[in-house]
């Protein structure tokens, strides 16, 4: 049997308890890429929608990573047609993704993008001296799949929609170890302006949610993150780390109509620490 972790129970009860916006989302359709395991920040979110009443289709990266979703996916309820493996560096991955839930929604309102990757020895090493093709990696999985990814959900949002991405303070200010990820992911925050601007008048918003320092497995690739972690809880007004229910919650509340005239928006979720930092 599966175990039920502390963040899994919290969204359960939620939805046992929680009347009005608990069914913000009910009906709608949610494609959430990008969950590693049950500490991913994407899983976080997906819980969210669920909690709010959206059915959700998800990805896994690779056979070899399947295992560690599987359980994730049916505890989401998520349609056996709809978990699928989407690898942005393989060609047509991406697109199959979204042929697949053409074929089984029809339509799309909500779509979160949570994948990020940097060579190691480039996101290790000073901006300065990264290789021209440790720099267009990064670009492309952390920045260009997500234009991709709005391209293709574009003409499945037939009545709006929401797509989001993950960013982080780095692409702001200078901080420390961040390294290559800071540039990458600056652009990307800039493409979901542009995307914002572009795809507002067919009710599609964009946002590039940018949380606290949460230690994920993606994250443990960061040099000592542990670090900003505790520079985290100790300077940001809240003097609390952020969660995945944190992250979660606050990008279901944007997906819902309760947000519908917020778009292109850097939602900070990080207890504050972006306006001391």
Same mark, same amino acid.
């Given at each position: 049997?599966?175990?039920?972790?502390?963040?899994?129970?919290?969204?359960?009860?939620?939805?046992?308890?929680?009347?009005?916006?608990?069914?913000?989302?009910?009906?709608?359709?949610?494609?959430?890429?990008?969950?590693?395991?049950?500490?991913?920040?994407?899983?976080?979110?997906?819980? /969210?929608?669920?909690?709010? #009443?959206? *059915?959700?289709?998800?990805?896994?990266?690779?056979?070899?990573?399947?295992?560690?979703?599987?359980?994730?996916?049916?505890?989401?309820?998520?349609?056996?047609?709809?978990?699928?493996?989407?690898?942005?560096?393989?060609?047509?991955?991406?697109?199959?993704?979204?042929?697949? &839930? #053409?074929?089984?929604?029809?339509?799309?309102? &909500?779509?979160?993008?949570? &994948? /990020?990757?940097?060579?190691?020895?480039?996101?290790?090493?000073?901006?300065?001296?990264?290789?021209?093709?440790?720099?267009?990696? /990064?670009?492309?999985?952390?920045?260009?799949?997500?234009?991709?990814?709005?391209?293709?959900?574009?003409?499945?949002?037939?009545?709006?929609? *929401?797509?989001?991405?993950?960013?982080?303070?780095?692409?702001?200010?200078?901080?420390?170890?961040?390294?290559?990820?800071?540039?990458?992911?600056?652009?990307?925050?800039? *493409?979901?302006?542009?995307?914002?601007?572009?795809?507002?008048?067919? #009710?599609?918003?964009?946002?590039?949610?940018?949380?606290?320092?949460?230690?994920?497995?993606?994250?443990?690739?960061?040099?000592?993150?542990?670090?900003?972690?505790?520079?985290?809880?100790?300077?940001?007004?809240?003097?609390?780390?952020?969660?995945?229910?944190?992250?979660?919650?606050?990008?279901?509340?944007?997906?819902?109509?309760?947000?519908?005239?917020?778009?292109?928006?850097?939602?900070? &979720?990080?207890? #504050?620490?972006?306006?001391?930092?």
């Amino acid at each position: 049997m599966t175990q039920i972790n502390p963040t899994e129970a919290f969204f359960l009860d939620l939805e046992k308890k929680v009347k009005g916006p608990a069914g913000a989302l009910e009906g709608k359709k949610a494609l959430v890429i990008g969950i590693a395991n049950n500490q991913s920040i994407a899983y976080g979110c997906a819980l /969210a929608f669920r909690a709010l #009443g959206a *059915s959700v289709a998800m990805t896994y990266l690779n056979e070899k990573s399947k295992p560690y979703t599987q359980s994730l996916a049916d505890h989401l309820g998520v349609d056996p047609a709809l978990y699928l493996p989407c690898d942005v560096r393989v060609p047509g991955q991406l697109e199959a993704v979204f042929d697949a &839930i #053409g074929r089984t929604w029809g339509k799309l309102d &909500i779509a979160l993008h949570s &994948i /990020a990757f940097a060579p190691r020895e480039d996101l290790h090493g000073r901006v300065t001296d990264c290789s021209r093709d440790g720099f267009l990696m /990064a670009m492309d999985v952390s920045c260009h799949s997500f234009i991709r990814m709005a391209k293709l959900a574009e003409p499945l949002m037939t009545d709006g929609g *929401s797509l989001f991405t993950m960013s982080y303070y780095g692409a702001e200010k200078v901080v420390d170890r961040y390294n290559l990820m800071g540039p990458v992911k600056a652009a990307l925050e800039a *493409s979901a302006r542009y995307l914002a601007a572009e795809l507002g008048p067919k #009710g599609i918003r964009v946002h590039p949610i940018s949380p606290g320092p949460i230690k994920t497995r993606a994250a443990t690739g960061i040099d000592r993150f542990d670090e900003l972690m505790d520079m985290a809880a100790a300077r940001a007004p809240s003097r609390m780390l952020v969660t995945i229910e944190d992250v979660g919650m606050a990008t279901a509340f944007l997906a819902s109509d309760y947000a519908k005239l917020i778009t292109g928006e850097t939602m900070h &979720i990080d207890g #504050g620490y972006h306006i001391v930092g």
